[in-house]
C-alpha cells in the first residue's frame, strides 16, 4: 500500500468465525481501497463504526520504534490504536475481510462480564477515548457527538457489568465508587 498510494498505514476488515462453523462479517465487504482523513478514521474507531483491533492494520516495522501498547492491560488495542492513527498523516482502507477472526467459546474475549479485571481495564480504555474525543482537534462537532455517545453508553454498560460480575467486597466498592466518579 505504501508503495502505490504513499499510505503511513493500511487496514482491513475482519469476518468473525464461530465453533459452529457460521461466519460474521461486521462491516462492508467491496473490496475497494480507499485513501481515507485521519480524522474520519480516528472518529469511526472511537465510536466503533470500525474495529481498533491492530491485527487488521499493517504498521511500517519503525513505528513501534516509540510505541508499545500497556503491559498488563486487557483491551491495550482499544485505548491506543485510536490515538496511533492520529499521528498519521494518510490511511489507506481495503473494504474487504482479509482478517479471520476466530472465536472460540471460553477464551478471553467471550468472558469479558465476569473479570472484574477485563471490565475496570475496558470502562478505563472507553474513559481515554472519552478524554480523547473531547480534545482531539480533527474531530468535527458531529463526530465528537458521536463518539461522546457512543462511548458514554459504552460506559455505562461497563459499570452495569462490574455490579452484575457480583464485586461486593470494599475494594470493589473503591473501583465502582472511582467508576461512578469518572462518569460525572
Given at each position: ?21 457460521r ?12 485513501v ?40 491495550e488495542?482499544?485505548?491506543t ?87 461486593t467486597?470494599?475494594?470493589?466498592d ?11
Open positions: 500500500a505504501k508503495l502505490s498510494t504513499g499510505a503511513d498505514i493500511a487496514y482491513c476488515n475482519y469476518m468473525l468465525e464461530y465453533d459452529d462453523g461466519c460474521e462479517r461486521p462491516f462492508p465487504d467491496t473490496g475497494n481501497v480507499v481515507r482523513s485521519v480524522a474520519d478514521v480516528v472518529g469511526d474507531i472511537i465510536a466503533e463504526r470500525s474495529t481498533s483491533s491492530s491485527c487488521v492494520r499493517i504498521y511500517n516495522r519503525d513505528f513501534f520504534n516509540s510505541r508499545q501498547f500497556p503491559v498488563g492491560e486487557y483491551y488495542d482499544h485505548s490504536v485510536y490515538r496511533w492513527m492520529s499521528e498519521m498523516q494518510r490511511i489507506v482502507h481495503v473494504d474487504s475481510a482479509l482478517y479471520h477472526y476466530r472465536m472460540r467459546s471460553g477464551s478471553i474475549t467471550s468472558t469479558t462480564n465476569s473479570n472484574t479485571k477485563k471490565i475496570l481495564d475496558f470502562f478505563n480504555a472507553d474513559y481515554g477515548r472519552m478524554e480523547f474525543a473531547g480534545s482531539y482537534a480533527g474531530l468535527s462537532r458531529r463526530q465528537r457527538n458521536d463518539a461522546m455517545r457512543h462511548i458514554v453508553r459504552n460506559l455505562m454498560r461497563h459499570m452495569r457489568d462490574y455490579i452484575v460480575a457480583g464485586a467486597d470494599g475494594e470493589n473503591k473501583l465502582l465508587a472511582y467508576m461512578r466518579m469518572q462518569c460525572r
